[in-house]
């Protein structure tokens, strides 16, 4: 079993949790307001409205390992990036000459340096905000399967979270658990009521598979008489879980398996960037476009732009735009993927692909919110109905909008997918991006893609 089949409820918003997804947004806000102070800029009219889309766009924080280059890629790259859009959306409105560059510029260096030192002050002081909920807390894990071997070793990565596990208790002698050590096996099940009631243990995480309802109820009614606190961490084994949580419908418990992570705050935040993003760059390219259009034109017969039916956000179908790079348009039930030296391209057709330009019409597709700039890259119909039927999973890719340029795109997996293990591949970059989505991820892809789009040639 892998670790994407192993499945956790999602923690409640902590002290530690609240700390680490708000540090940066904060930082961005309290840098500028420490540079308007400094620049004798008083904090008014333009400058509430600037730290707000910072705040949005930057929010939630990134919380990377504690090294310089993580620290980079994850938290200062993007934060550049950020600080660069910005700019070009300043500039093209006019709005940055609200603002003193000096100030900006101030704002821009010492914004990153600020966060990283806040982010190892914070390490340091973790022990003592955990006090806040109480201190360190003892837990003992039943079932010592996969299950309960993982929640342990996640647990023992991130002290943050504030769990020491004591040890295990199992029916099964220890060659049939996943334990190494003797010792962590700390007893039968039926030895953990009178343990946890005389060592001071304040968690129990039930990791039973679900056959054993009968003996995951005797321990509830066993444990009632404790002061522990009691999980079940549920062995619900398939193969992509999409933003799992808990939630209830007055009263009653239902539990999220797959979600879409654009609901809600989260759905506004994303859609205000992406008409930010796309305006933008919409914005500085019509000349671009047109020159593009007329070359389009002039180099074969037929129409500028090429639609082409697409599934969108929860398998719905949309038009999608491209530039027409090919001397035939399909859209039937049967469409075969372009391949290097493909006849059916144009010779203009060929640099657009190439150099992805042929995609630039789609920002057109964000601003009618049927696309995003981020999100996985839609196929064709036709190619829907065939993979789908091959790739258990593959539609979950629609839990959100399909985009421009995606996770698996910057991560080699542009062009034509000759293989079904390259499409797999795909798709499942796809769903860890569905599943680790924020709008800094995003950036983050925006970035690696300018990176890589010219050096790129797997797409034709």
Known sequence: ???????????????????????????????????????????????????????????????????????????????FFLVGLLLLFGFATGYLTWFPPRLIIAWALITPLAMFAAHRLVRRQLPRLLLLEGGRRRAVIVGASYLGTSLQARFARDRALGVDVVGYFDDRALERTKLDDASALLGKLSELYDYV???????????????????????????????????????????????????????????????????????????????????????????????????????SPGPIIFKQRRYGLDGHEILVYKFRSMHVSEDGGEIRQASRGDPRVTRVGAFLRRTSLDELPQFINVLQGRMSVVGPRPHAVAHNEQYRKLIKGYMLRHKVKPGITGWAQVNGLRGEIETLDKMRARIQYDIDYIRNWSLMFDLVIIVKTILVVWRDRNAY
């Open 1 to 79: 079993m892998t670790n994407h089949n192993l499945w956790l409820f999602r923690q409640q918003l902590s002290v530690v949790t609240l700390t680490k997804i708000l540090l940066d947004p904060l930082l961005v806000v309290l840098v500028l307001v420490g540079c308007a102070l400094y620049f004798d800029e008083p904090f008014r009219g333009p400058y509430p409205i600037l730290a707000l889309i910072a705040f949005t766009l930057s929010f939630p924080g990134r919380w990377p390992e504690v090294t310089l280059r993580a620290f980079w890629n994850d938290v200062a790259m993007p934060w």
């Open 197 to 299: 009631n005389h060592n001071g243990i304040d968690l129990v995480y039930i990791t039973l598979p679900m056959a054993s309802q009968p003996r995951t109820l005797a321990l509830l009614d066993a444990l009632r008489d404790t002061t522990a606190s009691v999980y079940f961490v549920p062995d619900i084994f398939i193969s992509d879980l999409i933003q799992a949580r808990v939630d209830h419908i007055h009263g009653m418990p239902v539990v999220a398996l797959t979600e879409s992570p654009t609901l809600g705050v989260s759905g506004i935040g994303k859609r205000i960037s992406d008409i930010l993003i796309a305006s933008l760059i919409l914005l500085l390219i019509w000349p671009v476009l047109l020159v593009i259009a007329l070359a389009v034109k002039l180099s």
